[in-house]
Every structure is written in C-alpha cells, then in structure tokens.
C-alpha cells in the first residue's frame, strides 16, 4: 500500500506561482512514476506531469514552460512548481503512483484557484 498526501494548493492571482507537494508513505521503493492530474469543474481529471524513478520528467502542452515536476526522494517527495497561473489552471490538483499498470494509488487531491 501507499499513502499520498497532497498539499500547496490555495487561491493565487494570474500570473502567480504556488507549489504543490505530495507526500508519499507506505511501500514506496517499488513506485515506478509518480503523476500529478487535475480535474476542472465538469471536465475529465487530465495528466498534466510525470517523473520517473529516474527523474525524467515528461509534461502536458498545457504545463510545458510553465510548470517544473521535481522529486526529493530523501523525503519521499514529489513537487509541482506552478508559475505564470492562468484561470483555465483552477483545478482539483491529484498525486498519483504508480508500481504497475494495476496497482496505481491516488491522493485526496488539493485545490488550486486562479483568480483576480
């Protein structure tokens, strides 16, 4: 088992920053990515970044440039730097790992609001 814990999320302005962070606990050693998905009001939860286990990061268009997905394995952490926030980026902001393609956890999720 895994435990994800999310947090970071909060009201900003366009044009703001936040980070996000997700806290992982249980079985970790055999997590083969960690994700983070969002999901709009009324629209599908979508991927917007990936990191391997070797830190290989991979992004969404809508997150490229904009967004950094790091790790800090020494405190089983994974981080979601948001910059240059836009309103379309108000979200439900969800942690995901991955050990195998049927064994993926998810977290709580936290709130991001991009608004004036």
């Known amino acids: 088992q895994v435990q994800l814990v999310e947090s970071g999320g909060g009201l900003v302005q366009p044009g703001g920053s936040l980070r996000l962070s997700c806290a992982a606990s249980g079985t970790i050693f055999s997590i083969l990515y960690m994700d983070w998905y969002r999901q709009a009001p009324g629209k599908q939860r979508e991927l917007v970044a990936s990191?391997?286990?070797?830190?290989?990061?991979n992004y969404a268009d809508s997150a490229k440039g904009r967004f950094t997905i790091s790790r800090d394995d020494a405190k089983n952490t994974v981080f979601l730097q948001m910059n240059s926030l836009k309103p379309e980026d108000t979200a439900v902001y969800y942690c995901?790992?991955?050990?195998?393609?049927?064994?993926?956890?998810w977290g709580q999720g936290t709130q991001v609001t991009v608004s004036s």
């Open positions: 990191i391997t286990r070797g830190g290989s990061p």
């Open positions: 995901r790992a991955t050990r195998s393609a049927l064994e993926r956890y």
